[in-house]
């Protein structure tokens, strides 16, 4: 019989433990295993899936393991896990994939590992050296053409009217509930500054970290859960009602990172006169840029391409 077993547990981590301890060894050295599914914790809390691996201690097979046919004899065929949510960090753009990842995928074979870290690396580089780009003579085109129209955005339109005191208040209330049918343990505030939104933040560290879940990848995950408030919102308001919902300033970290990317990209133009372009955005996003460059002197913003592509060029006056 195959000494290959499943094991499960929420994190990968939890299964990789209980397979030492079953088959008493005390390193990941000892063991051969294959990684099934990565787990997730599902989206808004529901759907979740545990982590399963098979694995082996490696003094039984006596040499290489085929780790791989043992997995298609072990197991039924397996549909790849969501992604992963994201760590709360400063300054996080929401562009790399979580720290459960990282902890996870850090427990494949070593060459395995290398590449993924690798990849990792060559992704976070692009990402900063592709903040700005210039512009290819197509894309130029079409910039020159919406400014010719009239459409430039430095008259950009405040098509997210602020919601009122009631909206907010409403708001609020709905996304206590759906927080706390959800189990975290976390307060709902409503700020009124620049931007007026509902912000949900963790009791606690551990509480911090396990709302990284409704941010998910790129910010996907808090968009959905705002939809759902607004959706509920709207409603209960018996008009169509729009908040902002923003989990730990994400999106307060977002739109500071994004500002201070536009502004560097305008001193940029202005001197040198070239058109530059930011890395696609969503429409919230590109508002954002489009607000930051307004009101500065000597460059105007354009909005080209489409969705999901669609971004911002920054261009001389």
């Known amino acids: 019989m195959s000494e290959y077993q499943e094991f499960t547990g929420k994190t990968v981590e939890e299964a990789l433990k209980s397979a030492r301890e079953e ?22 809390g529901m759907g979740a ?17 085929p780790k791989k046919e043992a997995a298609e004899t072990a197991a039924p065929a397996i549909t790849p896990a969501p992604a992963r949510a994201e760590p709360l960090r400063e300054g996080s753009s929401g562009g790399e994939a979580g720290q459960d990842d990282r902890r996870s995928d850090s427990r494949p074979r070593r060459s395995r590992s290398r590449d993924r870290d690798g990849d990792r690396r060559r992704g976070r580089n692009e990402r900063r050296s592709g903040e700005t780009s210039k512009v290819s003579e197509e894309a ?40 706390q049918m959800m189990g975290y343990d976390a307060t709902v505030e409503v700020s009124t500054g620049a931007t007026a939104k509902i912000t949900v933040y963790g009791a606690d560290e551990d509480e911090k970290e396990a ?24 409603r209960q308001m018996g008009t ?10 994400y999106r307060g970290r977002r739109e500071r990172q ?13 001197e ?8 696609p955005m969503s429409a919230l996003e590109r508002r954002w840029v489009h607000l930051a460059l307004r009101d500065v002197d000597g460059v105007t913003t354009q ?11 920054v261009l001389k006056a």
């Open 303 to 313: 909005s080209i391409g489409e969705e999901p592509m669609r971004r911002v060029v």
């Open 23 to 44: 088959f008493g060894v005390s390193g990941l050295s000892d063991l051969d295993f294959e990684i099934l599914t990565q787990g997730s914790r599902g989206v808004l």
């Open 211 to 234: 709302l990284g879940a409704l941010i998910g990848r790129k910010g996907e995950r808090l968009s959905a859960l705002q939809h759902l408030v607004n959706l509920m919102l709207s």
């Open 49 to 65: 899936e545990p982590a399963r691996i098979i694995a082996a201690p490696r003094a039984a097979l006596g040499g290489s393991a």
């Open 140 to 179: 130029a085109t079409e910039v020159e053409a919406a400014v010719a129209a009239g459409s430039s955005s430095k008259a950009v339109a405040d098509d997210d009217a602020e919601a009122s005191p009631e909206a907010l208040a409403a708001g609020k209330e709905i996304l206590e509930t759906l927080v």
């Open 258 to 270: 994004l500002v201070e990317v536009a502004t560097r990209a305008a001193d940029r133009v202005k």
């Open 272 to 279: 040198t006169g070239q058109m530059l372009q930011l890395e």
């Open 240 to 249: 169509w009602t729009r908040v902002l919902v923003d989990v730990e300033d």
